[in-house]
């Protein structure tokens, strides 16, 4: 059961939640042009676009048919949460009359890419734009969702107007205690530790997993900072960082059986201590108050994770909580 919210759902009701019975009313695309292709993957093919209505850039994320079933449910939640701080805005739906195809308009953003974004942030960046997206999931998790794929591809950073936005909503779900969700979700190096050993009763605070992994590749200077090359090597990463010891209390307060025919992952290891990953290079901004609330997020035990809003309130972000609540608006 989640530690905080857990009831978010029950009290926002069913027209909350319930994305099945909920009619869409598409519009033509006629108004928007496509301008050049941003990537895709599995479910969608991204676009910058241009809105010819107001000469406005925007993102055309097409879907392909194989994500119908999910449309309703990204789009529930993109309707839910759109205006909260930090989320993409979701402009407008479309549907192609000949093709068929259905197209999310959002807010374009202009993203700097993870890969030459986190080599070049400074100490005052890395806890801005923690907190920005720690303000994102606390609004997100206080309306019952849990986005579940958390990533610096899901995390959209123009680092010119230091603008901040949580994008792809398309594995987001609606959390309803006692519930057992699928464990195939998210991205390899952020998946949170219950997603490896396939605990199905988890809650938004798998979201801080995530993040914590995210201020880790910050802080650290490492692209991705658990690089498994498949569940079960990430799951080993993780614990020779971790521990064995946490991770065998973790799986005993849980109950959760744990086989593997992976050898490494019977081995026993130490707890690392986060200074074991301080170099000359990084080392001008991993202060103590880092370290500490990077212990305090990146737990096997997700009740034992910060919360969103409890990790907002860390020491470590008081340089910027005051910037943050004095500048009203974005
Ligand atoms: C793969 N790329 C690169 C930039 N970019 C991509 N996908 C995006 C989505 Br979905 C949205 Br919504 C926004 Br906004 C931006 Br920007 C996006
Ligand atoms: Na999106």
Redesign the pocket.
Known sequence: MARIYASANAQLGRSWYDYDNFRIEWSSPDRYEIVDR??GGKYSE?FEGLDTANSETC?I?VLKPVAAKKINREIKILRNLTGGPNI?ALLDVVQDPSSRYHSLI????D?VEWKALYPILGEVDIKFYTFQLLKALDFVHSRGIMHRDVKPGNV?IDHRHRKL?V??WGLAEFYHPGTGYHIRVGSRYYKAPELLVGYKLYDYSLDLWSTGCMLASMLFRKEHFFRGSDNNDQLLKIMKVLGSDNFDAYLKVYDIPFETDMAALLHSYPKQPWTRFVTAENQPFVTSEALDLLDKLLRYDHQKRLTAREAQAHPYFNLVRLEATSIKGD
Do not use: L
């Open positions: 941003v990537g991204v993102i994320k993409v959002m807010e374009y953003v993203n959209m936005r994008i792809d």
